[in-house]
């Protein structure tokens, strides 16, 4: 805690720390249908439940509301195609290229009511052994700047329950990202294969 307050200011209230770095990396995933991975016998494939997406104005000043972001709506289709809630994910990997890009998120998703997004994550909710454990993999401001794939990626092992921090009996897995001015939103829902 000491090192994060010592850290400069970006524009209050974010410290340096609570913005991700820029870096390159690089990752690959590979998708097909659940009956051409059993023809190629493929070890542990993830199937994909649902996907959504959401997008609006690039411009701050066209959008009615500065406090929410298309996650919700994104969201909303991705539960509806996979026949889940909220309630129902067990592990969540949310792009976080500042923290409270995570806070919003929550909210906008629904694990949390608006406004109750700092409280929720300040209770431990988010924590391994919450009742939504987050970013098992560091996310974008502890391990890497490689926003979409390292998100999937993670996902992908702890559905295999593979991750190197495993959330124990884990299900369904939320993947978030999320691009330009918060503007438009991607959410992929993983299940145990």
Partial sequence: LDAYLASPWVVDPLRRDDCA????????IVVMS???ARALGVPAPVPVLGFGHGQTSYELAQRPD??????????????AMAGVRPSDV????????????????????????????GPFVADGAIEIG????????????SETGMPGMQLIIEGVRQMRGTARLQVP?????LVSNQGGTMHTHATLLLGRG
């Avoid at 009996?169 to 897995?173: D, L, R, S, W, Y």
């Fill in 21 to 28: 770095l820029v870096s390159d990396g690089g990752g690959a």
């Fill in 34 to 36: 659940a009956q051409r």
């Fill in 66 to 79: 500065l406090t929410s972001t298309e996650a919700a709506r994104s969201a909303a289709t991705a539960f």
């Fill in 90 to 117: 067990d592990v969540a990997q949310i792009y976080d290229c500042f923290t409270v890009t995570v806070i919003m998120t929550l909210e906008d998703y629904g694990f949390c009511a608006k406004g109750q997004g």
């Fill in 130 to 141: 919450g009742p939504l454990p987050i970013n098992t993999s560091g996310g974008l401001l």
């Fill in 169 to 173: 009996g884990a299900e369904i897995c």
